[in-house]
């Protein structure tokens, strides 16, 4: 029911196809991230318009919310959201993280403070905050930011929620360290990370039914022994899949790096996702690394506060709250086909989120969602067609 | 350009079809308002869809953001909001006197707080306020709920306003008094909208390029003599149709009484528009009384706060939040063939509203619309053919 075919490779940048249960992932392919069964703002109906070939939502939240009992009794994740394609299931080691270390510290997965950190205003307080999440050997001890109950995960207990949302491709509990944790405290939590894949496989495969795949998660830190250990350990237990996860240093050069330090050692004909990036200017960056899946909440959050990703904008970004759009009779980006570009200006665009109107979260998020997936479609046809290079410099040139 | 043609008549129940520059408006009809230009969480596609023949904008509300000026500028208000169908334009009186006197007493159309009203919870406030609005001769002088600054508008310069905006019919400005007001207050009110009625139709057939139909408003509140009297001075004028504005009551007895009132003294050969009512348990008895264009916001805002119309309810109303749908896999309405009914279960939406994701929005207000449309066209045909009773009975029946 899975398969991962090579297509084509140019330089390390790969371009394939991952056939699933739910039909075929062409690849390099951007995941819209659904955390709670439904991606922001917007329909399946929509999703399916703008092309959209799978969706990841997130096991850690849906425990929470509705809980994957209800959800299995609505006979599985695809069914409870209307989805009939493809979709994955994110393990919530990154919550955990968020909830624990992160929200300690007040980082994220790059540790220097990006604009969107900045954006957030005064949601992050930059004072040591208590944490919600504690780790043991066996794993993990959290308060629901909902309620306040108490929830386990363990490696089995997550792959078991899994099963019940049911997924075409879940993943590993995994620890994610942050960029401020030294050597020995990531290289404990790899280890630990590392047992867990085990116990995870161990359990995956004497209850799985056939009908899901499992990826395995890398971890290590911004070390490049430690990258090294981790891509060479997880590839070993033969998982179907890899994801490389956890702190991705402090900045985009360290991030790429990392990238470096770790894909050569996954196996070939495997898939690789990369966890929780996708912002425009690492598309190129991260696929020339040999990365075939990637999700981002960054497009649909974007998208909400009215910043729009657009050519030729700096850094892809347009913010439409600026009075030079007041009167632009311009659709979002010039030439392109999403529904709001086709049917609305920016003018009104301005107006809708001025007027706080939901109707321009939903145009907006169309637009991002939309923009994403004609590059990475271009960047598949570029890579098939050796063109990759050259579509980089001509979208980079363009971005001068 | 504008014509108003009586297909069918049962009992005084109208069938008919209103044509305008953008199209025909088959009546009854109902018309969603979408205020600030978007009828809120839907796109114009999704209006089409629904089968939305006509939406009604709001002149005092787009005069403060973003402004006549604007919208002109842009090319009027359909290819503003990209709606290529029949639009109209409320003139204001309401929210004029929402914001003095119904401010200031505390009360909406309908004296007696409606559940709608204790819905609100806190939001209305029973201590007397401020009011931001004074009444003279000439106009109405207000303050800006958004930013403070003062704005007036005089019966021309609503005309005015309107024909920057462009809609297909326009509404008059006019004085809506509050349940509460007595005999003499009424009274003076509705001459003052008498007189502003002669100057806005004055004004509109020495400006008029012949694009746009004017409807006058009828006031009286509650009183009987003043709402015949209002009923044929206003038909006196002349306009295209005529709408009904203004308190009616304190009860729903009190409310279709002042239609009964009303409605027998306007021109039987146009069309007749009843302002911001259309409730499903109201559209049998409005239509009975001869209404044939009804506007609403209840359906849409009832959908943001997961409450959704469904025969056999109470009141027509399911409180999807309520936990006995958890895992309910039916649609909304067994047998809807809306987008959502087709495609998700309650359990999904109660799901959306719980984890406030704004798709549960979009998808509520998309059944809500499709609901009322059903119920009207159903309601024409019904009209047409002699069985307006029946159809009414079969409804009210199911309902017990």
Redesign the interface.
């Known amino acids: 029911m899975f398969e991962f075919e090579l297509l084509a490779q140019d330089g390390q940048a790969r371009a394939g196809r991952l056939i699933t249960p739910h039909g075929v992932i062409e690849t390099p392919s951007f995941i819209p991230v659904g955390t ?10 929509d999703l399916l318009k703008i092309g959209t070939q799978v969706i990841i939502a997130n096991t850690y939240h849906l425990h929470l ?2 809980g994957e009992d ?1 959800i299995a ?2 006979g599985g994740l695809h069914r ?3 989805w009939d394609g493809p979709l994955m299931t994110d393990s919530g080691g990154f919550q955990i993280f968020s909830h624990g270390a992160g929200r300690e510290e007040d980082v994220g997965k790059i540790a220097l403070p990006s604009p969107e950190q900045e954006d957030r205003g005064g949601h992050f307080s930059a004072k040591k905050r208590r944490r919600l999440v504690e780790v043991d050997e066996d794993g993990v001890e959290f308060i629901s930011y909902l309620d306040g109950s108490r929830h386990r995960f363990t490696a089995e207990r997550v792959i078991e929620i899994e099963q019940k949302l049911g997924a075409d491709i879940i993943l590993v509990l995994d620890e994610c360290t942050s960029p401020l944790h030294d050597y020995r405290y990531t290289k404990a939590a790899m280890d630990r990370t590392h047992r867990w894949a085990v116990r995870a496989l161990d359990f995956f495969q004497k209850s799985s039914r056939g009908d899901q795949a499992i990826f395995g998660i890398v971890q290590g830190g911004t070390y490049q022994d430690l990258r090294r250990e981790s891509a060479l350990f997880i590839s070993g237990l033969g998982f179907d899949g890899y994801a490389i996860g956890g702190a991705l240093g402090k900045s985009k050069r360290e991030f790429y790096q990392v990238l470096e330090w770790t894909a050569p050692f996954l196996p070939e004909h495997k898939p690789r996702h990369l966890l929780g990036i996708g912002e425009i200017e690492d598309i190129f960056e991260i696929i020339e690394r040999g990365i075939d899946l990637f999700d981002c909440v960054t497009p649909t959050r974007m998208a909400r506060t009215g910043t729009l990703l657009v050519r030729g904008a700096e850094r892809f970004r347009l913010n439409l709250l600026n009075a030079r759009f ?2 632009d ?1 311009r659709p979002i980006e010039e030439g392109c086909n999403c ?1 709001t570009c086709i ?3 920016r ?2 665009l301005r ?2 989120f ?2 706080r ?7 907006a998020a169309i637009h991002n969602l939309y923009f994403i997936e004609s590059l990475v479609r271009r960047i598949r046809n570029a890579i098939k067609g050796g063109r990759l290079r050259n579509l980089k410099r001509e979208w980079l040139e363009k971005q001068q």
């Open positions: 709670l069964a439904s991606v922001k703002a917007l329909s399946t109906k919310q509705p209800l009794q609505m409870f959201m209307g007041k009167t009779h529904y049917n609305h200006t003018a009104y107006h809708l001025l007027a109107e939901l109707l321009g979260m939903h145009l």
